[in-house]
């Protein structure tokens, strides 16, 4: 593994073992034995190289802000764009940013030139990958309402896809069935509008989750996907989960929908919660439910 190290440091900076709990929003999980910033796009290409001659395994992360790490140590490589790979820039109404780029400062500096369509993600946590990865969205709109088009590094090379290549659904994308792709670069089309109406705006949604959301404990939002009309949180409510907790994990008495962690909470706590509300919810109304969440290094 050392000459695979010494290799890689060309291309890199590797940290070693960090806490998953400063990797994920929810501040929970074992050792990343590995963490690497790769120092370009051409870097990153000449890393998966390495990696797929040598059979490891790596993960992209973003800001883990919807990442359930699991409570022990994970010995492939955490790969984070958020350090060298994060820069953007704007022509016309056109928004072109790499994937490290964290989506609450480009709908801010996108505010700023008076242009419109990406408030939406005000409060969201994450990084521009991370979002067009699962389409994150609020407030009846999403990442694919703006996607002109994505670049991803694939086996075959690095492309551009189309807005319809990505297949984006909700909450989901091509990406998801395809783990092995890293989303470099996004183009996004935004409108012109007007910048007092756009701020107010921004600030209208960011009270709203401020009102709504428990954003004084860590978590990694909506724990479960809405299924059609029926909202998740609803559902968590009537089976009496408001407040229920089991070891550091709590369901959110604000938003039952956001398991907390109260402190100290291990992955297995919040899996336990979850999965007794995912029984408890099929035994009541006999709807299957979704994480939304995702779940990384758990075996079980
Ligand atoms: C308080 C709070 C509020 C939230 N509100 C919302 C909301 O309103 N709407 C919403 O949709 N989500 C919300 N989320 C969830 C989360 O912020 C989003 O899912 C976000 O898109 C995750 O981005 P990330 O960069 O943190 O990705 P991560 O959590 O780090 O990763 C998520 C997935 O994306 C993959 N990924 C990340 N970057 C890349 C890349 N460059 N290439 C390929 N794959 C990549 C990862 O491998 C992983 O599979 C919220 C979370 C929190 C904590």
Redesign the pocket.
């Known amino acids: 593994m050392d000459k695979i190290l010494n290799k890689l440091e060309q291309y890199c900076t590797i940290e070693y073992d960090k806490s998953f709990k400063t990797l994920?929003?929810?501040k929970i999980g074992g050792l990343a034995k590995y963490v690497i910033y790769p120092n370009d796009e051409f870097s990153l290409k000449s890393i998966l190289d390495i990696f797929n001659e040598n059979n490891l395994a790596y993960?992209?992360?973003?800001?883990?802000?919807?990442?359930l790490c699991g409570d022990d140590v994970y010995d492939g490589f955490i790969i984070k764009?958020t350090r060298n790979m994060s820069n953007y820039y704007f022509a016309d109404n056109q928004l072109i940013a790499q994937?490290?780029c964290s989506?609450i400062s480009l709908a801010y500096k996108a505010s700023e030139k008076s242009l419109s369509g990406l408030e939406?993600?005000t409060?969201?946590?994450?990084?521009?990958?991370?979002?067009?990865?699962?389409?994150?969205?609020?407030y009846n709109s999403?990442m694919s309402d703006i996607v002109d088009s994505v670049k991803?590094i694939r086996n075959d090379g690095i492309v551009w896809l189309s807005n319809a290549q990505c297949q984006f659904g909700y909450?989901s994308s091509v990406?998801?069935h395809n783990?092995d792709?890293?989303?470099?670069e996004v183009k996004l089309i935004l409108k012109e509008g007007n910048i007092i109406d756009i701020k107010n705006l921004m600030k209208n949604r960011q009270k709203r989750?401020l009102e709504t959301?428990p954003?004084n404990y860590?978590?990694?939002?909506?724990t479960f996907r809405n299924i059609g009309d029926i909202y998740a949180w609803k559902l968590i409510d009537e089976i009496g989960y408001r407040g229920k907790k089991i070891g550091g994990a709590m369901v959110s008495e604000k938003h039952t929908n956001?398991i907390i962690n109260k402190g100290n909470a291990k992955a297995s706590d919040v899996i336990e919660l979850s999965n007794q509300i995912i029984e408890k919810i099929k035994e009541k109304h006999g709807i299957e439910m979704i994480m939304?969440?995702?779940k990384?290094n758990w075996e079980k």
């Open positions: 994920t929003t929810f993960k992209v992360f973003g800001y883990g802000s919807n990442i764009l994937a490290g989506i939406f993600a409060g969201i946590p994450g990084t521009l990958g991370g979002c067009i990865y699962m389409n994150a969205g609020a999403s991803v909450r990406f998801l783990p792709w890293i989303i470099l989750r959301q954003l860590p978590s990694a939002g909506s956001f939304e969440v995702e990384f």
